[in-house]
């Protein structure tokens, strides 16, 4: 007998990471390089519409929850006196900071 499955699209998601302070400027989140709290970050569906805002914890943390399915970009708005460290390379890996300026 053949099963096919699929996702369930009525499951809601959720959408989370952490903002930290690059401390040697390599774009790469290094142990030990702290979170920076009180980030204000926000999720925007593909239609580039703000769907919901949060800010990030002490641990620099932050989670949108009950995201229903869908493609959604994460913005992060710059504290005063940042700027955002440089870009590592390749999107979407494990510890490089992603983020597009633009």
Partial sequence: ???G???NQNVPAS???RVWFDTDADGLQDAGEPGVSDVLVTL???A???VASTYTDASGFYLFTNVAAGNYTVGVSLP???VFTTSAGA????NN???NPA
């Fill in 1 to 3: 007998m053949d099963a």
């Fill in 5 to 7: 499955l699929k996702f």
């Fill in 15 to 17: 959408v989370g990471d």
């Fill in 44 to 46: 925007y569906n593909s």
């Fill in 48 to 50: 580039g519409v703000a």
């Fill in 80 to 82: 005063p006196a940042m």
């Fill in 91 to 94: 999107v979407s890996v494990a």
């Fill in 97 to 99: 900071s992603d983020v």
